[in-house]
C-alpha cells in the first residue's frame, strides 16, 4: 500500500488529492480544495502549511507530489505561485515524506495522454480513472493528476528494478561500483 499525496498549489486555493496505489491498482481515498484567505500572502502561505501538514496528519501519505510552477506572464503571479508551491513542499519535507514535482504538461500527458489537454478534459479523466461518482472540483482533479503521475513514475522505477532510484520527479540511473 503506497497513499500518495497529489499537490496543486495556488496562492488564493491549494487542490490536494490522496490515491492509494497498490502495484498497477489505484484507488480514490480523499481530495479537495484549501480555501485561502483575502489578505497578506503570509497569512495564506501560513493556511497552506498548516492545512497540508494536517492532511498529512491525518491520511499518513508515504509519497507526496507536487506540480512545479509554470510559466505566468505576470512575475508577481508566478512568484507567488512558487511561494505556495514552497509552503506545501516544507509541510511534506518536514513531515519526512519524499517530494516529487512535475510539470504541468507532463501531468496531463500522463494522465489524458496530451500534455496540452484541458482542464475539463483532466477532470474527465480522473473521473473514469478513478471511478468517482461525479467529477472533481478543478483544483481537486489537477492535484489527483499529480498523484496518480507519480503512482506510474514509482510503477515505472519498480519494473526497472534497482538499477534506477526516483528522485525528484524522475528517474535516475545509479551508479554501480564494484567492491
Do not use: C, W
Request: hydrophobic share 45%.
Amino acid at each position: 500500500m503506497t497513499l500518495i499525496l497529489g499537490i496543486d498549489p495556488g496562492s488564493r486555493k491549494t487542490g490536494f488529492g490522496i490515491i492509494n496505489a497498490v502495484g498497477s491498482k489505484i484507488e480514490y481515498v480523499t481530495s479537495g480544495i484549501i480555501r485561502l484567505p483575502t489578505g497578506e500572502l503570509s497569512a495564506r502561505l501560513k493556511v497552506i502549511f498548516d492545512s497540508v501538514t494536517e492532511i498529512i496528519t491525518e491520511f499518513q501519505p508515504v509519497e507526496m507530489a507536487v506540480e512545479e510552477v509554470f510559466f505566468a506572464k505576470d512575475p508577481r503571479a508566478a512568484l507567488k505561485l512558487g511561494q505556495a508551491r514552497g509552503a506545501a513542499i516544507v509541510a511534506g519535507v518536514t513531515a519526512g515524506l519524499p517530494v516529487a514535482e512535475y510539470s504541468a504538461r507532463s501531468v496531463k500527458k500522463s494522465v489524458v495522454g496530451n500534455g496540452a489537454a484541458s482542464k475539463e478534459q483532466v477532470q474527465h479523466m480522473i473521473k473514469q480513472l478513478l471511478k468517482l461518482p461525479s467529477v472533481p472540483a478543478e483544483d481537486a482533479a489537477d492535484a489527483l493528476a499529480v498523484a496518480l503521475s507519480h503512482a506510474q513514475t514509482l510503477r515505472t522505477a519498480v519494473s526497472l528494478g534497482a538499477q534506477f532510484r526516483y528522485s525528484k520527479g524522475r528517474l535516475k540511473k545509479l551508479e554501480v561500483t564494484e567492491a
